[in-house]
């Protein structure tokens, strides 16, 4: 009897373990987006939602995943701390750790329209502090998007001076890598690669950063700039 205990005891922990190390071999993974893909309509289509986050993001997150195998303390890092020390990485941790992290935070900051609220009061005073105005932010932030030659991103961060600072940035990488030029917290961000719009808007991309105002989740925005500035 206490030979098939132990011998049941072993073979539990040895399920548990392979449990365990299955999950531990994928610690990355997609969440749903927080409303339908239709809800951003008719800004951003439906089909063009199902694509970007059903098979670009999740490519994303599987490519990264495959990645922990060579680099295994990824597991147990945020994706801010990796993003903070990507240059000790190879090109692959940071094509997909950073569309894995820029994609989640796109999906976040945005919200149908309606719903998308307006900048706080501390981050309205912020915004004309450092650039006049609402609208001459926006239009910063457009040139960034329009501006930004081939596929990446455009920016409203924070920076080391608790400064706004609207930039751009090449492919998947962000504000919070240590290999960008400008670097700080992103509050705002807006994905400039074709598969993002192109469905819908084809060669007008201008068209497309104008219009995507409307879906800015400024609840989410403003939550982001407490934290940074705490």
Do not use: C
Request: glycine share 6%.
């Amino acid at each position: 009897m206490i030979v098939k205990t132990a011998k049941s005891l072993l073979v539990a922990t040895l399920i548990t373990l392979g449990a365990a190390a299955t999950i531990n071999a994928e610690p990355f993974t997609l969440a749903p987006l927080p409303y339908a893909a239709d809800a951003l309509a008719p800004v951003i289509d439906q089909e063009t939602m199902q694509i970007h986050h059903g098979r670009h993001h999740q490519a994303y997150v599987n490519n990264l995943n495959a990645q922990v195998a060579t680099f295994p303390e990824l597991a147990t890092l945020p994706l801010e701390a990796i993003m903070s020390r990507i240059s000790r990485y190879n090109d692959a941790v940071r094509n997909n750790a950073g569309g894995h992290y820029n994609h989640q935070l796109f999906w976040q900051i945005m919200a149908p329209a309606g719903q998308s609220g307006e900048p706080s009061v501390e981050l309205y005073a912020a915004i004309k502090r450092d650039f006049g105005s609402v609208e001459a932010m926006q239009s910063a932030f457009n040139k960034a998007a329009t501006t930004r030659f081939g596929s990446g991103w455009a920016w409203l961060i924070l920076d080391e001076n608790n400064k706004l600072v609207v930039t751009s940035t090449a492919n998947q990488d962000n504000p919070l890598m240590d290999v960008v030029d400008i670097q700080g917290t992103p509050l705002l961000a807006l994905d400039i690669w074709e598969h993002a719009y192109y469905l819908q808007y084809q060669n007008k991309r201008g068209d497309y950063a104008t219009a995507w105002w409307q879906l800015v989740n400024w609840h989410k925005v403003n939550e982001l700039y407490g934290a940074a500035t705490l």
